[in-house]
């Protein structure tokens, strides 16, 4: 029984390491389309004060449809600098072109966040990157965090709704947890 367990085990990791390896083709709304309004994106830096110490980039993109009259809804993704790039996997500035373009999706401000670093604290060691502390941690200070410190940055900015059902929020892996315990714990 033991071995047949250990085997079956061996069998799922292996199946899902192949199956991970598989490449998943993009559809067209992950590829640029003719006629279709590019919107822009803007790189920032910001220090938090409730991650003491930590600088972190984060990307805004706007949709080229973004009317400052009307508050635009938001979507926020966690591990932001994987998802901005248009030659990634994700390609979101892309996606939400085609998509709003389209109306398949309303006019829609992407807020791509990275995990904060901390400084080394002496020449000859390296930065902590504090993604794990931020994104696995169960408490409501991320969400505090976006609450406070960057949805109320970009507000100044553009004109964000703050109704409840025009916010979204989304990442993979420890991104997808940070990305539950926000919405559980400020739904």
Not at 24 to 41: E, I, K, N, W
Not at 93 to 104: E, M, Q, S, T, W
Not at 131 to 137: C, F, I, K
Request: hydrophobic share 35%; aromatic share 10%; proline share 7%.
């Amino acid at each position: 029984m033991k071995k047949l367990c250990l085997f079956i085990g061996l069998l799922t990791v292996l199946t899902g390491t192949a199956w991970a390896a598989e490449e998943y083709p993009l559809g067209p709304d992950s590829q640029r389309q003719a006629g279709v309004p590019q919107g822009t994106v803007t790189q920032y830096t910001w220090t938090s004060k409730i991650f003491p110490g930590t600088v972190r980039d984060y990307w805004v993109y706007v949709p080229a449809q973004y009317a400052p009259e009307k508050p635009a809804c938001v979507m926020v993704f966690e591990d932001g600098k994987s998802y901005v790039s248009e030659d990634g996997r994700a390609r979101i500035p892309i996606v939400f072109d085609n998509l709003i373009a389209k109306h398949d999706m309303p006019v829609t401000i992407a807020i791509l966040i990275d995990p904060g670093v901390l400084k080394a604290a002496s020449p000859g060691q390296q930065d902590r990157i504090n993604r794990s502390y931020e994104y696995d941690g169960l408490s409501d200070r991320y969400a505090r965090f976006l609450l406070n410190e960057i949805l109320p940055e970009v507000a100044k900015h553009y004109n964000l709704s703050t109704n409840p059902n025009d916010r979204a929020i989304s990442g993979g892996s420890s991104g997808g947890i940070c990305s539950f315990t926000v919405a559980w714990t400020h739904p």
